[in-house]
């Protein structure tokens, strides 16, 4: 049976496991690889969790893991605190320190250049400090069961609690299913970006 609930830091490993398995081509566009050291996608979902736990969500079957859901309440902010908060220096020193052994030096243009591009997807929102459904992953056994919907639906809600007025997400163009389900969410698209997976399309919902 499927329950659905906050993460803990305990699923934090698995969160990390699904995303890889999700999106490998963003991973192959950014790192020249479909897979990376799993301490660190590991770490960066850890620090983005010390940051805001209440908007990590889980789908679990019989306590494992099986989908997660993550939205921010405000990504500007996230953002600010991530770059000049210092949150992100961890990450860059256990980078530095050989930590993530297999990541070679070579990602750093490409990470820069999806920066850039993501600034562009800034440009096209009116209001700065608009939430973000930031990323949501379903194991491929588990698809179709209506699961991300779902995890969409409680991270929509937790934002509308938190006083959030609009949310914004990026989806990959091609992928017609999300698509779709994001429409019937009632988000809308507001333009089109390119991201590590190509090109994608920046939606946009009001929240009551």
């Known amino acids: 049976m499927l329950t659905y609930g906050l993460a803990q830091p305990a699923d934090l490993s698995t969160i990390a496991e699904l995303f890889q398995q999700a999106f490998p081509e963003a991973l192959e566009t950014v790192f020249g690889r479909p897979r990376i050291p799993p301490a ?10 010390r940051m805001e736990p209440d908007g990590f969500f889980v789908a679990r079957e019989q306590g494992t893991g099986v989908a997660y859901g993550i939205v921010v309440r405000d990504f500007s902010r996230l953002k600010r605190r991530l770059l000049w908060g210092g949150r992100i220096f ?14 070679g030096f070579s990602f750093i243009l490409r990470l820069l250049k999806a920066g850039w591009d993501y600034r562009k997807a800034d440009r096209l929102d009116e209001q700065k400090d ?13 698809r179709r069961h209506g699961i991300g919907e779902e995890l969409t639906r409680l991270g929509l809600e937790h934002l509308a609690q938190q006083g959030a007025r609009a949310v914004r997400l990026e989806v990959h163009a091609e992928k017609q299913e999300a ?5 019937k969410l009632g988000f809308r698209e507001k333009g089109r970006i390119l ?11 009001s929240l009551p």
Not at 90 to 103: E, Q, T
Not at 130 to 142: D, F, G, M, N, T
Not at 179 to 183: D, P, S, T
């Open 40 to 49: 660190a996608v590991e770490d960066a979902f850890s620090i983005l969790y």
């Open 90 to 103: 961890p990450l860059v020193w256990r980078f530095l320190s050989g930590r993530y052994r297999g990541i």
């Open 130 to 142: 608009q939430a973000q459904v930031l990323s949501i992953a379903v194991a491929k056994e588990w």
């Open 179 to 183: 698509v779709a389900l994001y429409r």
């Open 195 to 205: 991201s590590p997976r190509g090109a994608a399309l920046v939606m946009i919902r």
